[in-house]
């Protein structure tokens, strides 16, 4: 695997000044531009590596075993960087629980999804075009499993979410945890992207859902990968990357790949209390240039050769729509 702190170097000696651009609009919302096509100060969704639209959705389900940990933080500038590419990306907020992909982008959905598993709105009405270049599904707090559904709202549910497939990257961030929805979820993914940190706790709990994946899954192929956040060095992410990797491959014989790291980076916290992306806060700090590197990697990597979103819902719900 490339060096991932000289890609880092590489990148800003390519993309020089370039970049998300941290502004404001005359209503006084935050605004980000984006390289490439741009219209209405959006992406025109016909930049460099956009796909035709008879293509296939890319799937790719966050999630890790603890909470806490920054899944949700790199959900979204993971979507962002891609938006950079003349994407079209949606982010679906799959905490069923406790859904906050809208704080962090200081978005306050009037709707969610909720009222469309209740059939009271559809997918269209809840599905919030930010100022980002992205879209967000907002998740349903309080409804907690899908399976309570029964076949009607199953249904329903499966024909809403259909509508998604439009995207070229639909980014879901699962709750932390293992619980039947983000299993089912991580099944249904073309990318399932596990982010851990090298605190022990962490390491621990990311490992429990590997292993849940090794056990209950036949598929020897699930697209696992593997995010470390919050590192102080190159060294510490990649002893804790190389641990995972090796146990996952000698006691559960299930392959791992390690996409990258992220810096333990102050604008990152300083973006979470401002509500705003640290990748547009600072596209030059550590962690957003990681995120590129991430990016970067996940668009040159294979990833599961699903079927698209149809198949995604077959998978997810164990029927044919």
Do not use: C, W
């Given at each position: 695997?490339?060096?991932?702190?000289?890609?880092?170097?590489e990148i800003v000696r390519q993309r020089g000044p370039a970049g998300f651009v941290g502004g404001v609009t005359p209503s006084g919302g935050p605004f980000a531009a984006v390289t490439g096509p741009v219209e209405n100060g959006k992406p025109a969704g016909t930049g460099r590596n956009h796909r035709s639209r008879e293509g296939k959705a890319r799937i790719?389900?966050?999630?890790?075993?603890?909470?806490?940990?920054?899944?949700?933080?790199?959900?979204?500038?993971?979507?962002?960087?891609?938006?950079?590419?003349?994407?079209?990306?949606?982010?679906?907020?799959?905490?069923?629980?406790?859904?906050?992909?809208?704080?962090?982008?200081?978005?306050?959905?009037?709707?969610?999804?909720?009222?469309?598993?209740?059939?009271?709105?559809?997918?269209?009405?809840?599905?919030?075009?930010?100022?980002?270049?992205?879209?967000?599904?907002?998740?349903?707090?309080?409804?907690?499993?899908?399976?309570?559904?029964?076949?009607?709202?199953r249904q329903n549910f499966i024909n809403e979410l259909e509508t998604l497939s439009v995207a070229d990257i639909i980014i879901i961030d699962t709750s932390?945890?293992?619980?039947?929805?983000?299993?089912?979820?991580?099944?249904?993914?073309?990318?399932?992207?596990?982010?851990?940190?090298?605190?022990?706790?962490?390491?621990?709990?990311?490992?429990?859902?590997?292993?849940?994946?090794?056990?209950?899954?036949e598929t020897p192929n699930m697209g696992l990968k593997l995010v470390v956040n919050r590192v102080k060095s190159v060294a510490e992410a990649k002893k804790v990357a190389d641990r995972m990797i090796n146990i996952a491959g000698q006691f559960l014989n299930l392959k791992v790949d390690y996409l990258g790291f992220v810096y333990d980076d102050v604008m990152v916290s300083n973006a979470v209390l401002r509500q705003r992306p640290f990748m547009v806060i600072d596209p030059k700090c550590k962690a957003s240039l990681c995120v590129q590197h991430i990016v970067d990697r996940m668009e040159k990597s294979d990833h599961r050769a699903s079927g698209g979103f149809g198949a995604m819902l077959n998978r997810l719900f164990g029927k044919k729509n």
């Open positions: 695997m490339e060096d991932q702190a000289e890609r880092l170097r790719i389900t966050i999630t890790s075993g603890k909470g806490g940990v920054g899944k949700t933080n790199l959900s979204v500038n993971l979507a962002l960087a891609y938006a950079r590419l003349g994407k079209k990306v949606v982010v679906m907020d799959a905490d069923l629980g406790l859904a906050n992909v809208n704080v962090i982008l200081d978005v306050i959905p009037k709707y969610n999804l909720y009222h469309v598993i209740r059939k009271q709105k559809t997918m269209r009405d809840i599905l919030v075009e930010t100022d980002y270049g992205i879209s967000i599904v907002p998740g349903a707090s309080g409804f907690s499993q899908i399976a309570n559904m029964n076949d009607d709202e932390a945890g293992v619980s039947s929805n983000v299993m089912d979820f991580i099944a249904a993914a073309d990318d399932a992207v596990i982010v851990t940190t090298p605190e022990p706790t962490a390491i621990t709990d990311a490992y429990g859902i590997i292993k849940i994946i090794a056990t209950e899954y």
